[in-house]
């Protein structure tokens, strides 16, 4: 199981979701894709949109307004 | 407190302060809001005629003359807004409300940080779309908000023209982000 | 909650000793800014008191619920998703029935067609696409950057800058946009052409039918 890293801080919508749903496409099953945001947007639509795909996501606060939305390819 | 209803307020705490109100929710919301604001503004929500009083107002701290601008000389009631000032202003209120009520949401989740700007083609985007959009909302007789939400509400069809174009600039604005901003 | 891989790499992670505040201060701080002003403004005119209280009530809407106009215009093609597009859909639904009712009794009443209604014509259609364009660049439309002003994102407080700018100058050019533009442009309310049956319910249905049309887009990719 293989972890990537993308850090998305400081970008403006949608470029945390397009990251997000680039590097999806590429990596195998099983892998994880850790996104660290701090858009509030992005917290709302990455998990949305990974879900909606099946993937298992978790949300972690790490400081004020920042976040590491963890996303694991399912399937 | 037992130690159950202390873990029951935690959880309301959270999930008003913290948590996220869903898409519908903001909806409902938003869609009573303007209703509010027209019975109490005379007319429906808008943000972007605000801007053109704003410009105007610092221009004059600057020394300049706004009420030669056409846009006063032409529409009577807005000249009179012009003279009465920022503080008699509803809509520069209303904005600047919005601010400060986003702030205080932000913080209250404490969330609030200062994003920096990252690269200069974000500063240049923000720059050309800040132009854009100022000069584009006055065309089409208001935004997102005024022309939009506010146009189709009040079944005028410029609201409608308004959202197919707003719709297609959304596209054309999303090609350009993924070609040169990401 | 069972664990997944996730869940356990969180649980594994060593737990960073960034002491995470809470913002009250700035909270505090907020609140007696809000109550200030509005009783600084309830003293020159109640009214301006009520707008500052809506303005922070849409404020803080528009950010809890990450409400983004932009992000509804632009998120069907760009990522395949219409929440937002149906929740826009249903505030015009909501402030529709509400409209008609101020409108319909104002008329009623032997007064003027109230409401945002505007001159159509070619003018719309350039102003909204360059609007569109100018939104998803800079990452707000219109409210999306007071509301990100709030939250502190410094690309929004240039792009206000800019978007004062615009409006300046479409202002400035006003006369000219009108003798060219708006004059000949009409004002279509609707119930004047279609009657206040076939407006109201005709708008309701086919914002209902939007709604229907953005839900199958959204989930049909998902099988």
């Known amino acids: 199981m293989a972890e990537f890293t993308i850090d998305a801080l400081g970008e403006a919508c949608p470029i945390p979701l397009l990251k997000a749903q680039k590097k999806c496409k590429e990596i195998q ?27 298992n996501v978790e949300v972690e606060e790490v400081e004020e307004g920042v976040w590491d939305i963890y996303i694991e390819k399912t399937a | ?30 869609g009573l809001l303007n209703i509010i604001i027209f019975i109490y503004m005379a007319s429906p929500w808008g943000v972007t005629t605000t801007f053109v009083f704003w410009g105007a107002w610092i221009y004059e701290l600057f020394g300049g003359h706004p009420e030669t601008w056409s846009f006063f000389t032409m529409q009577a009631p807005m000249m009179q807004t012009l003279k009465g000032g920022l503080l008699n202003h509803g809509g520069s209120i209303i904005n600047i409300g ?21 690269s200069s083609r974000q500063l240049v985007a923000a720059l050309v ?54 | 909650m069972s664990e997944t891989p996730v869940t356990s790499m969180i649980r594994k992670r060593p737990q960073t000793t960034i002491k995470k505040k809470s913002q009250i201060g700035y909270t505090i701080a907020a609140l007696v800014v809000v109550v ?5 403004l309830a003293q ?32 069907p093609i760009l990522t395949g998703s219409t929440t937002l597009t149906r929740a826009t859909l249903i505030a015009f639904a909501v402030a529709t029935v509400g409209f008609a009712a101020l409108q319909f009794t104002t008329i009623l009443k032997g ?26 660049i800079s990452g707000g439309c219109a409210s999306g950057t007071l509301m990100r002003m709030g939250e502190g994102f410094t690309m929004q407080w240039v792009s206000i800058i800019t978007f004062i700018l615009g409006s300046v ?55």
């Open chain 2, 129 to 182: 779309g800040g132009l854009m959009m100022g000069y584009g909302s006055r065309l089409a007789f208001g935004c997102n908000v005024g022309a939009y939400f506010s146009g189709v509400s009040s079944m005028s069809l410029h609201g409608w023209v308004f959202g197919i174009f707003i719709f297609i600039g959304a596209y054309l604005g999303s090609k350009l982000v993924v070609k040169y901003l990401m």
């Open chain 3, 111 to 136: 007064g003027p067609i109230t409401g945002n209604v505007s001159p159509v014509g070619v003018h719309t259609a350039i102003g909204a696409v360059i609007f569109g364009i100018g939104m998803v």
């Open chain 3, 36 to 40: 200030a002003v509005g009783m600084f």
């Open chain 3, 169 to 223: 100058l479409g202002a400035i050019h006003f006369g000219w946009w009108t003798e060219n533009f708006f004059n000949a442009a009409p004002k279509i309310y609707l119930p004047q052409t279609l009657g206040w049956a076939g407006s109201f319910f005709g708008q309701l249905a086919v914002l209902a039918l939007l709604y229907v049309i953005a839900t199958w887009y959204e989930y049909r990719k998902a099988n």
């Open chain 3, 44 to 75: 020159t005119k109640i009214l301006l008191s009520i707008i500052w209280f809506i303005g922070i009530t849409l404020g803080v809407v528009l950010q809890k619920s990450r409400f983004c106009f932009t992000a509804s215009l632009r998120d």
């Open chain 2, 1 to 30: 407190m037992t130690a159950r209803a202390a873990a029951e307020l935690e959880h309301l705490k959270k999930l008003m302060l913290k948590d996220a109100w869903p898409y519908w929710v903001g909806g409902i919301l938003l």
């Open chain 1, 29 to 55: 099953v099983g892998d994880v894709v850790i996104m660290n945001i701090d858009h509030s947007c992005a917290l709302k639509n990455v998990p949305e949109w990974a879900r909606k795909e099946g993937y």
């Open chain 2, 98 to 118: 919005l601010i400060v009520g986003a702030f205080l949401a932000t913080a209250a989740a404490s969330q609030f940080k200062i994003k920096k700007i990252k």
